[in-house]
């Protein structure tokens, strides 16, 4: 190499290098949207701070009322919500006289001991009809009980110098036979849940009530704190899964698998005119779904857990339904910044067949149609794989490591491995 060529290469990189920089120092430097809210509308930190984790709150209490299914033998993520409920509901004994009221009221309720008890008469209802599992713990089990006999068996046929020609039809058999079981047991359990939910409901009417009421005060606790910060209140937007509560302006809904999304706003008092919206924040006041935004999926998301690979090329994972951690998926998204892969997905997943595919809720094989490089506030690089419209309807989303040996953040780990 000539020493010209050695200083333009040279250039070119540290050119290229700087650009990066440049462009990791304009991401960071970019506001959040609470920043922004803060700023233009002249309010405290904490105040947009507390909202998110009432809104938190809310949105876990009134999803776990509605499908108390969904967590049944699930006690790590059970947990982990219950921990997060327990330490902002803490916060609320600092607040003011409203706050300690609130505090009061979820203690008083026993919202903690309701939802076990709810959980408890949710199993013991899943026992009594032959469900003993998670749909995703199941789908473990099934995956290594045909794997390991199915390489032990071809192991052996080796060893007996056997042609290839005679394997055929049994490694047929083997690929076959895991696309079955995972259809039989995905559509066992949702067929499990949907003849369930009215029993359930009968059932425990009384404990649901409960978690609702409390549900619905937190909102009003909310609206009110919003009404007095004078926060024009189309920019704060959430999701909820029924539509038993006061004071809410419905913006969309959409159905989802056995449940149905609904987007809301709060609505203001009876002959109240609405805040004005500064100018700096018309962005926010946008409708929901008039534009589907394709790189931020909101629904059907399936983690490739156990993942084996290196280099951003997996050699082996299992699929894991992530239905209950929707939002907080949705969360890590929209925090995140997409490019193209500069990979195929058949290069990507090489292996990708009927013994080691992405499933659809319905037991489908999900014909992957776009790979994103997702960057998660510059610290963590992930796959996302976006599948086509299966035949039932729905679209799933799956993610996936770059690399086995890539730290996940802590606060991202529950998505990752739970």
Request: proline letters at 4%; charged letters at 30%; glycine letters at 4%.
């Amino acid at each position: 190499m000539t020493e010209s060529k050695k200083n333009i290469d040279e250039n070119d990189k540290t050119s290229e290098e700087q650009g990066q920089k440049a462009k990791r120092s304009r991401r960071k430097s970019e506001k959040t949207r609470g920043q922004t809210l803060q700023e233009a509308l002249g309010i405290d930190a904490q105040e947009i701070q507390d909202v998110e984790e009432k809104l938190f709150i809310a949105r876990f209490i009134d999803y776990f009322s509605e499908d108390p299914l969904d967590f049944i033998y699930k006690d790590k993520n059970t947990e982990q919500y219950l921990k997060k409920v327990n330490e902002k509901v803490a916060q609320l004994d600092k607040g003011n006289e409203e706050d300690k009221l609130l505090k009061m009221s979820f203690d008083d309720k026993h919202i903690i001991e309701t939802i076990y008890n709810l959980k408890g008469k949710a199993e013991a209802l899943a026992q009594s009809k032959g469900i003993k599992g998670s749909a995703d713990k199941r789908l473990r089990w099934l995956s290594l009980a045909i794997t390991i006999p199915m390489l032990a068996l071809v192991f052996v046929l080796s060893l007996l110098s056997i042609d290839i020609i005679f394997l055929f039809p049994i490694l047929c058999v083997f690929c076959i036979v895991p696309q079955f079981l995972r259809s039989y047991v995905l559509k066992k359990w949702f067929t499990f849940k949907e003849e369930s939910k009215d029993e359930i409901y009968a059932q425990n009417r009384e404990d649901i009530m409960v978690l609702k009421s409390f549900v619905g005060e937190l909102l009003n606790n909310i609206r009110a704190k919003l009404l007095q910060s004078k926060v024009p209140l189309k920019l704060i937007k959430f999701v909820l899964h029924s539509r038993d509560y006061e004071n809410l302006k419905l913006l969309n809904q959409r159905p989802t698998k056995g449940l149905t999304q609904y987007f809301y706003s709060f609505e203001y008092p009876e002959g109240m005119e609405p805040f004005s919206i500064p100018e700096s924040l018309k962005q926010y006041d946008t409708p929901i779904f008039e534009k589907k935004e394709k790189d931020k999926p909101e629904k059907n998301f399936v983690i490739l857990t156990e993942m084996k690979g290196k280099d951003g090329i997996i050699e082996s994972f299992v699929p894991s339904l992530r239905e209950h951690l929707a939002e907080k998926i949705n969360q890590m998204l929209n925090e995140s910044e997409f490019s193209k892969s500069p990979k195929e997905f058949k290069d990507i997943i090489p292996n990708y067949s009927e013994n080691m595919a992405i499933f659809c809720v319905c037991g489908e094989i999900v014909e992957v149609s776009d790979v994103q490089v997702s960057n998660w506030k510059d610290k963590f690089e992930f796959y996302l794989f976006e599948g086509k419209e299966c035949k039932c309807g729905e679209t799933i989303y799956a993610l996936s490591l770059m690399d086995d040996s890539t730290d996940v953040p802590e606060e991202l780990k529950d998505i990752f491995f739970s």
